[in-house]
C-alpha cells in the first residue's frame, strides 16, 4: 500500500498562484500514475490532471495552459502548480495513485489509493 499525504493549499488571490504537494510513503511513487481530483461540497470530484509513470500528462479543460503536473520519483513527490488561478478553483484537492486498475483516467474508480485532501480558496 502507499500513504498519500497533500500540503500546500490555502488562500489565493484569483490571478495569483499556489503549489500544491502530495508525498508517497510506504511504497516507490514511481509503481504509480497519479493524478489530482478536485471537489466542492455537493459535486462529485472531477478530474484535474494526471502523470503516467513515463511522465505522460493529461489535463482537464478546464486547467489547461494553467496548471501543471510533474513528479520527482526520488523525493516520492508529486506537484501540481496551479497558475492564474480562479475564484472557480476553489475546491479541495486530492491526490490519488493508479496501480493499473483498468478504466478511463479521468474516472476515480481508476484510483486505488487517495490522500486526505487539501483546501484551495482563491478570492475574487
Known amino acids: 500500500q502507499v500513504q498519500l499525504v497533500e500540503s500546500g493549499g490555502g488562500l489565493a488571490q484569483a490571478g495569483g498562484f499556489l503549489r500544491l504537494s502530495c508525498a508517497a510513503s510506504?511504497?516507490?511513487?514511481?509503481?504509480?500514475?497519479m493524478a489530482w481530483f478536485r471537489q466542492t461540497p455537493g459535486k462529485e470530484r472531477e478530474f484535474v490532471a494526471r502523470?503516467?509513470?513515463?511522465?505522460?500528462?493529461y489535463y482537464a479543460d478546464s486547467v489547461k495552459g494553467r496548471f501543471t503536473i510533474s513528479r520527482d520519483n526520488a523525493k516520492n513527490t508529486v506537484y501540481l502548480q496551479m497558475n492564474s488561478l480562479k475564484p472557480e478553483d476553489t475546491a479541495v484537492y486530492y491526490c490519488?495513485?493508479?496501480?493499473?486498475?483498468?478504466?478511463?483516467?479521468?474516472?476515480?474508480?481508476?484510483?486505488?489509493?487517495w490522500g486526505q485532501g487539501t483546501q484551495v480558496t482563491v478570492s475574487s
Open positions: 490519488a495513485a493508479d496501480s493499473g486498475v483498468l478504466g478511463s483516467y479521468y474516472n476515480t474508480r481508476k484510483y486505488d489509493y
Open positions: 510506504g511504497r516507490p511513487l514511481s509503481s504509480y500514475a
Open positions: 502523470i503516467s509513470r513515463s511522465g505522460i500528462t
